[in-house]
């Protein structure tokens, strides 16, 4: 039995993990994908303290090497469901594995979110991206559009606009959310033009993707834009429904907890972008970690 299971190896998890193997408990972590959680995906990371600039994914292996050293235990599987046992939770995977527990930390983070029109699913991978860090370099020399207008679009569209030939950030609002200093760093790329309140109404229906039509919402006039690829950076939807039946989730999904991040389960703790919170940041995951392994540290204590 580990005294915690922490589900999601993103920066809370990670962070949770450092937190509790320092107070000595034993941690196992699991993650579905990998280590590092969304943070991978940033190309430059200019507002983590400590760090002036750092890649996304070098941070991320900074904090995974941290907790490796530590002596947390990893296994790459899908939490599928916690059983709430009173004193001892189960924590059961896709592979068929059940973790015993007698904490659990949820940090699971949050996906991206899709478009939702026709074809999109079809052409993921194969000429939509929701990663430029990761697939930007298939499309140097081309012409792509990005669509989305906060934060974590813009700097996904100066990543493109450093090797693509044309990028086209297309935003459904009359202006763009993202910070000030991104768009001033994108409004001089000469090979970026910005199209506002406008939204993607098709994806071109060709045997492979060569573009989009876009609608103008003021007007209702329609334009098709001819692309060799086209990124998606419109915000994140959480993957709570596993653990609805040990923590109560908002009407957008994020999982209710209090200041210390315990949720309505005595022992089921949470932490990160997975939780209902205004900035979903690193900075913000990292903090929700440590306070939640804290606590989940004490309820041990008090078993
Ligand atoms: C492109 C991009 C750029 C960004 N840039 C910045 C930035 O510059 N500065 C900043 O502060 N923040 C930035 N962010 C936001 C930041 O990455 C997130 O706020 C942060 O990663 C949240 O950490 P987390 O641990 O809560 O969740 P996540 O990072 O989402 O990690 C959650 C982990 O849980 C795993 N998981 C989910 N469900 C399960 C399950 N059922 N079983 C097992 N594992 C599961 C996932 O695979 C994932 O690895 C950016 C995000 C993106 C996408």
Redesign the pocket.
Same mark, same amino acid.
């Given at each position: 039995m580990y005294d915690i299971v922490i589900?999601?190896?993103?920066?809370?998890?990670?962070t949770a993990a450092v937190y509790a193997r320092r107070a000595n408990k034993t941690v196992l972590i699991?993650?579905?994908?990998?280590?590092?959680?969304?943070?991978t995906?940033?190309p430059? =990371?200019?507002?983590?303290p400590g760090f002036e600039s750092v890649s996304?994914s070098e941070l991320a292996d900074k904090m995974t090497e941290q907790v490796l050293s530590q002596g947390a235990e990893v296994e790459i599987?899908?939490?599928?469901e916690i059983k709430d046992n009173g004193a001892t939770k189960v924590v059961v995977t896709e592979d068929g594995n059940e973790y015993e527990c007698k904490s659990v930390i949820i940090?699971?983070?949050?996906q991206?979110r899709h478009l939702g029109i026709d074809n999109e699913e079809r052409f993921i991978g194969d000429g939509i991206s929701f990663?430029a860090?990761c697939d930007g370099a298939f499309y140097a020399n081309k012409t792509v559009a990005l669509i989305g207008g906060g934060?974590?679009a813009l700097?996904?569209a100066i990543l493109l606009s450093e090797t693509s030939k044309k990028v086209y950030v297309i935003q459904n609002l009359d202006f763009l959310t993202g910070e000030q200093r991104l768009q001033e760093i994108l409004a001089k790329r000469g090979n970026v033009e910005v199209i506002l309140g406008t939204v993607v109404k098709a994806i071109n229906d060709t045997p492979t993707f060569s573009g989009i039509t876009l609608l103008k919402t003021a007007d209702g006039t329609e334009t098709e834009l001819n692309l060799d690829g086209m990124f998606v950076?419109i915000g994140?939807v959480p993957?709570n429904e596993?653990f609805k039946n040990v923590a109560d989730l908002d009407q957008n999904g994020y999982i209710d907890a209090d200041e210390k991040c315990l949720t309505k389960t005595a022992g089921v703790f949470v932490?990160?972008?997975?939780r209902q919170k205004t900035v979903?940041? =690193?900075?913000?995951?990292t903090a929700?970690?440590a306070v939640a392994a804290i606590n989940a540290c004490r309820y041990i204590d008090s078993l």
């Open positions: 589900i999601g190896a993103g920066p809370a998890g990670l699991l993650d579905k994908a990998g280590f590092g959680g969304q943070i995906f940033s430059k =990371v200019e507002n983590y996304g599987e899908n939490a599928l940090a699971a983070g949050a991206h990663c860090v934060n974590s700097q996904e950076a994140l993957e596993p932490a990160g972008d997975c979903r940041q =690193v900075t913000t995951a929700d970690g």
